[in-house]
């Protein structure tokens, strides 16, 4: 079993920058993921990291959202600048796909 356990979120003003974390309880070879849930609303994709460091991201956060470039075997961030009043949710790290490893989540709150 591995466990997740994320860091960070908060409350920030319109273009504000907030950086994410998530740390597993040991390696497994596999992607990282970010989704995020806004209240009402179903989770959604923000942005990946593959084993072969390939990156993608969710057109809405392309350019301002940035996942940790490493792939690190145990830890990733996501570092969110240029943020905006729709960014905000309860954020949520993944190691694996399928039913894979979540972490708790995160709220980040941006202030318009």
């Known amino acids: 079993q591995v466990q997740v356990i994320q860091y960070g979120g908060g409350s920030v003003q319109s273009g504000g920058s907030l950086r994410l974390s998530c740390a597993a309880s040991r390696f497994v070879r596999c992607a990282w993921s970010w989704y995020r849930q806004a209240p009402g609303k179903e989770r959604e994709f923000v942005a990946r990291i593959e084993i072969d460091r390939e990156t993608s991201y969710a057109s809405s956060v392309k350019g301002r959202f940035t996942i940790d470039p490493e792939n690190a075997e145990t830890t990733t961030f996501l570092q969110m600048d240029g943020l905006e009043p729709e960014d905000t949710a309860a954020y949520y790290c993944?190691?694996?796909?399928?039913?894979?490893?979540w972490g708790q989540g995160t709220q980040v709150t941006v202030r318009s």
């Open positions: 993944k190691r694996c796909d399928g039913a894979g490893y």
